[in-house]
């Protein structure tokens, strides 16, 4: 029973102590701000007296009125500093972006340099393209109707000034020149579709060089010459081509089948005929050694043999003959066609 009693008394004096402590803060705090108002609060009496007999004049502020000006004070010095440290970024920036305006504006001058150079080649472009198509023998009617794209023909085409509002002229040239060009298409397809039959046509008939590689050089022409072990006129059916040795490669004018690998000690020695189409054969005389045998096809710029000097020869160099059925014709007329132009060698 003690003790419960003495638990008792003890948690009253906690209590009370707690209640007596909560007092003493509450009346410090009070104190403290009971202290803070009565010095904000508290009023000062400025006096300016003037040198003369005039009224005295009497200035009453307090604390308060005091701290409110130096925060006003204080506001509009940090806003100044902040102002003017935005009013400095502001204006780097600005300068920042006129130096790009300017660099954007030399740009946009050479762009309006290059649209125009790019426009007075399109204004040739179409009389070549007209050109080209009738010098191939092509459809030129494709042209014509790329010339007419829009508006008239492509001179006509270019002069136009009149653009929608707000499109620069060099933007709408360009759009123009872009239908144009799109139009150009097709007969630019009709040139490689003709140069395409022709390449074709080309691997069929005797075009290129007999030596590979495009060596040597004419050293006897088709026609009448003098015979060089009889020293009299004679009609030489083919032409002699020599690189001055012996051993470079011989190659098939065009595509074909040879129909005679032969040898004539009195004639023209080591000797090969290719039947080609439309008529023509080739003859490859005087060579050093064969790479190919009867009945065997080839095609154009294939290795037949090498140049020698077997058979009646002076020296090193193969004979080349071209024959259009029964007629023996001058090769020469077929060899302005450079091997460049053929189909590339197998």
């Known amino acids: 029973m003690a003790s419960v009693h003495e638990y008792k008394r003890f948690e009253n004096n906690l209590v009370q102590k707690i209640k007596n402590g909560a007092r003493v803060i509450a009346g410090g705090i009070g104190a403290f701000f009971l202290g803070i108002g009565r010095t904000i609060t508290r009023r000062y009496t400025v006096v300016f007296v003037p040198h003369s007999e005039k009224k005295v004049y009497n200035l009453h502020i307090s604390v308060l009125s005091i701290l409110c000006f130096f925060l006003i004070l204080g506001g509009i010095v940090v806003a100044f500093f902040w102002y003017g440290a935005s009013y400095n970024h502001t204006r780097g920036s600005l300068a920042d972006k006129d130096t790009r305006l300017k660099d954007t504006k030399a740009s946009l001058d050479q762009l309006r340099d290059e649209v125009a150079q790019l426009l007075r080649e399109a204004r040739s472009f179409e009389p070549a393209l007209s050109q080209t198509l009738l010098a191939l023998g092509a459809d030129v009617k494709g042209a014509e109707n790329a010339t007419t794209a829009s508006a008239g023909d492509l001179s006509t085409f270019f002069n136009i000034n009149e653009t929608p509002e707000g499109v620069l002229q060099e933007v709408e040239d360009l759009r123009r020149l872009t239908t144009f060009l799109s139009s150009a298409a097709t007969p630019v397809r009709e040139i490689g579709n ?84 439309h008529g023509f054969y080739t003859r490859y005389g005087h060579m050093a050694a064969f790479r190919v045998k009867t009945g065997q096809r080839v095609q154009q710029g294939e290795v037949i043999g090498y140049i020698g000097n077997t058979g009646l020869s002076t020296g090193p160099h193969v004979h080349y003959e071209v024959h259009i059925g029964s007629d023996v014709v001058d090769p020469y007329k077929y060899l302005n066609i450079r091997s460049s132009i053929a189909k590339t060698p197998r």
């Open 194 to 277: 003709l140069l395409d039959s022709q390449s074709a046509l080309l691997t069929e008939i005797p075009s290129i060089w007999p030596i590979k590689g495009g060596l040597g050089h004419i050293s006897m022409r088709f026609g009448q010459n003098i015979n060089p072990f009889t020293g009299m006129y004679y009609i030489h059916k083919g032409i002699d081509l020599s690189t001055y040795r012996q051993g470079d490669p011989i190659v098939a004018t065009a595509d074909g089948q040879v129909v005679a690998v032969d040898y004539d000690e009195a004639g023209f020695g080591n000797n090969i005929i290719i039947r080609h189409k």
